[in-house]
């Protein structure tokens, strides 16, 4: 079988300092922010929030949950890595469950995981799920990279307002073993290139559930995302964050804009 590799930006090294990340303002930007709490969602950005966009890396969380939910993996089996050399991509290069493949953004291993879901099944959960237009055609390792499968910030929140709250039809095991691979190490997101700082005063009882994405779809746009849930002195917010523009996209272009746009609501500094 044919296994494609699709990569959309420019590397950055592993652990990016913190000029580094808040550098480069991004192009089009659209954050989504909803407030657990309060039952409040905010926006911000110079683009609609509802524009549809390729979902990238962030759709590994509904692929795992699919790929346990259906058996297809366990959260136990073990992806074998076959030896393919990913320059720059340190994290890529062993063995990985579904779970430990989250944060590295090993995407191989989705890659080989998604012919055994089908794209058949797939769009049945995604129809399920309202995750965005839930196209799954075309190439079967390809529709979540190539702008196939669209979703806005919007949608995002939706769909990770569930996750978090408990209400999807996933296994409620499932969930917690999915969302226990999304946790960052304290201060920083981890995507396909390293761990980077994210530039903010950290505390310790603070908890960031994310999951980075990026990519060049097949119209030309790039897009960068960083999605999740952020706990702030025991209140959670779960937000959606995406950057793009016509060619080449930074790949974390959507974790700055998630950043600033906390750090203008003063929720963070």
């Not at 953004?105 to 965005?132: C, D, K, M, N």
Request: with cysteine; charged share 20%; glycine share 10%.
């Amino acid at each position: 079988m044919r296994r494609v590799l699709l990569v959309a930006a420019p590397l950055l090294v592993a652990v990016a300092a913190v000029e580094s990340l808040m550098a480069q303002p991004p192009s089009a930007v659209c954050v989504v922010i909803h407030d657990v709490a309060a039952g409040r969602t905010s926006s911000t950005g110079d683009r609609p929030c509802t524009t549809r966009l390729a979902p990238a890396s962030t759709y590994k969380i509904p692929h795992a949950l699919i790929a346990l939910e259906t058996g297809v993996v366990t959260t136990a089996s073990v992806e074998r890595w076959d030896g393919t050399p990913y320059p720059g991509r340190t994290g890529w290069t062993r063995d990985h469950t579904v779970i430990s493949a989250l944060k590295p953004s090993a995407l191989w291993v989705f890659q080989r995981i998604a012919p055994r879901v089908g794209a058949a099944r797939a769009h049945e959960w995604l129809t399920r799920l309202s995750y965005g237009n839930a196209d799954t055609s075309g190439p079967v390792t390809e529709y979540w990279l190539n702008g196939r499968l669209r979703i806005s910030p919007d949608e995002q929140v939706a769909f990770l307002r569930e996750v978090f709250g408990g209400a999807t039809a996933f296994a409620p095991a499932h969930v917690e073993a999915v969302r226990a691979g999304l946790v960052q190490q304290p201060g920083t997101v981890e995507n396909s290139t390293g761990v980077h700082s994210l530039g903010v005063t950290w505390h310790d009882a603070w908890t960031l559930e994310a999951k980075t994405g990026a990519t060049r779809m097949a119209d030309g746009t790039g897009v960068s995302w960083l999605v999740g849930r952020w706990t702030v002195d025991g209140r959670a917010y779960v937000f959606a964050g995406a950057a793009w523009r016509a060619g080449e996209v930074d790949t974390l272009d959507g974790t700055r804009a998630v950043v600033r746009a906390f750090r203008d609501r003063g929720i963070v500094r």
